[in-house]
T-cell receptor, first 113, second 116 residues
Framework: DGGITQSPKYLFRKEGQNVTLSCEQN?????MYWYRQDPGQGLRLIYY???????QKGDIAEGYSVSREKKESFPLTVTSAQKNPTAFYLC????????????FGNGTRLTVT | AQKVTQAQTEISVVEKEDVTLDCVYE???????LFWYKQPPSGELVFLIR??????QNEISGRYSWNFQKSTSSFNFTITASQVVDSAVYFC?????????????FGTGTRLQVFP
């Protein structure tokens, strides 16, 4: 079955450590996205990529980095520069175009202490 | 600026009740798209519907129906005869353009709890 796989589901890190969240899709979608979800704030866009080897900052990119070396993969690194990294992170993909519905993964809940 | 407002933070109903989730949006675009997504406890968001700004016809899909009114900038979602499985967080979203970039703007979500 086609879909988006995020791993791990739960992740714990010590403050000051970088951590990478995995996102893989087999839907053959060109565009991929990372969102952050905090209670009461909806979803906020961190980074997105519309094509391999290209990506753009979203609304809250500071303290995060991404790469898009393969169409199927869009890993997100939460760096030590991110001041409040504890959150629920959702990866999504879509066919090209702003009107295309997003397909989401199950998310990774990151806790930094 | 584009904005989506879901004023209802949480709604609780008893099974078989009808419930309406409100969504109000702001945009200066003449062409835009509106979406509803469902987030069950498992975490992933599930796409429910997409509606473009030129199509104001209401839509019905089983127990779900959507009422799009441009005059009031609203895109409300009604669940008829609610079931426990409808318990989830529901997000309304607007496809907008900001700084020459297309992006999806989400509301803050409405948590629906359906009790047996």
């Amino acid at each position: 079955d086609g879909g988006i796989t995020q791993s791990p589901k739960y992740l714990f890190r010590k403050e000051g450590q970088n951590v990478t969240l995995s996102c893989e899709q087999n839907l053959n979608h060109d565009a991929m996205y990372w969102y952050r979800q905090d209670p009461g704030q909806g979803l906020r866009l961190i980074y997105y990529s519309q094509i391999v080897n290209d990506f753009q900052k979203g609304d809250i990119a500071e303290g995060y980095s991404v790469s898009r070396e393969k169409k199927e993969s869009f890993p997100l690194t939460v760096t030590s520069a991110q001041k409040n990294p504890t959150a629920f992170y959702l990866c999504a993909s879509s066919t090209a175009g702003r009107n295309s519905p997003l397909h989401f993964g199950n998310g990774t809940r990151l806790t930094v202490t | 600026a584009q904005k989506v407002t879901q004023a209802q933070t949480e709604i609780s109903v008893v099974e078989k009740e009808d419930v309406t989730l409100d969504c109000v949006y702001e945009t200066r675009d003449t062409t835009y798209y509106l979406f509803w997504y469902k987030q069950p406890p498992s975490g992933e968001l599930v796409f429910l519907i997409r509606r473009n700004s030129f199509d104001e016809q209401n839509e019905i899909s089983g127990r779900y129906s959507w009422n799009f009114q441009k005059s009031t900038s609203s895109f409300n979602f009604t669940i008829t005869a609610s079931q426990v499985v409808d318990s989830a967080v529901y997000f309304c979203a607007l496809s907008g353009r900001s700084y020459n970039t297309d992006k999806l703007i989400f509301g803050t979500g409405t948590r629906l709890q359906v009790f047996p």
